[in-house]
């Protein structure tokens, strides 16, 4: 496989998997078409252009949860959080297994200072996840906020637990963007993985030689 099929076939495969499982229903070619160019805005930081594509999309086709879910995002970031906790309220609702959706809406009643409804949705969530650094995390959060901080330490320590974990999701990924000549993509994903192991990990070594072979093509 050439460097320009790889261009190509990687981001067709990770939009086939990703809108399969946006909705029960059938999202049209146009919708996702929409969608990607509200996605191309969104990575290049222009949030107001990509929230105006993403709402268009949400309202045209509220089956295709995905756009709903960054409109929701992008509304956060635009520091309009009760509007984005109010769509995705409404997203969880109608998918009330869309499990990004209420770690987002968890991260938003945190800000908002609903301390009592993150707590709840958190809890619910760790019963099903009992290992997702970001659910211990925010989790973590919450018991600061109430005072609780030995709960809170404990939360974090279990949060950090998962960090080996999560660094061997990060060299896969790095793996397979050198494959396909990503190298900026590789070298970014190796060197969040040093980050998060300690230094005695068994993993810094190959890690550190695969970042060598990165650096060494430039």
């Known amino acids: 496989m050439n460097l320009l099929s790889s261009r190509i076939l990687i981001p067709a495969i990770l939009a086939a998997a990703f809108f399969s499982g946006c909705s029960n229903k059938q999202v049209s070619q146009d919708a996702i ?5 509200g996605e191309d805005f969104y990575v ?9 594509v993403f709402t268009r999309v949400a309202r045209e086709h509220p089956e295709f949860h995905q756009a709903c879910f960054m409109r929701g995002k992008a509304l956060y970031l635009l520091n309009r959080p009760k509007e984005a906790e109010d769509v995705l309220t409404d997203l969880i609702r109608r998918a ?10 968890a991260r938003i009643q945190i800000q908002e200072g609903k301390i009592e409804l993150a707590e709840k949705l958190l ?3 760790l019963s099903f996840d009992s290992q997702d650094a970001r659910l211990l995390y925010l989790m973590a959060q919450v018991k600061t906020d109430q005072g609780k901080l030995q709960d809170a330490l404990v939360y974090l320590q279990k949060a950090v637990a998962t ?5 061997r999701a990060h060299i896969d990924l790095g793996r397979l963007y050198y494959r396909f000549g990503f190298d900026d993509k590789a070298h970014i994903e190796l ?17 550190k030689e695969l970042l060598s072979r990165i650096d060494g093509k430039g």
Not at 33 to 37: A, F, I, R
Not at 44 to 52: F, K
């Open 123 to 125: 809890a619910d969530l």
């Open 33 to 37: 078409k929409q969608y990607m160019q």
């Open 191 to 207: 060197a969040r993985v040093l980050l998060l192991l300690s230094p005695t990990s068994p993993l810094q070594q190959p890690v």
């Open 163 to 167: 960090e080996e974990e999560l660094a």
């Open 44 to 52: 290049r930081g222009q949030v107001e252009a990509a929230l105006a």
């Open 96 to 105: 009330p297994r869309y499990h990004e959706a209420q770690i987002w809406l």
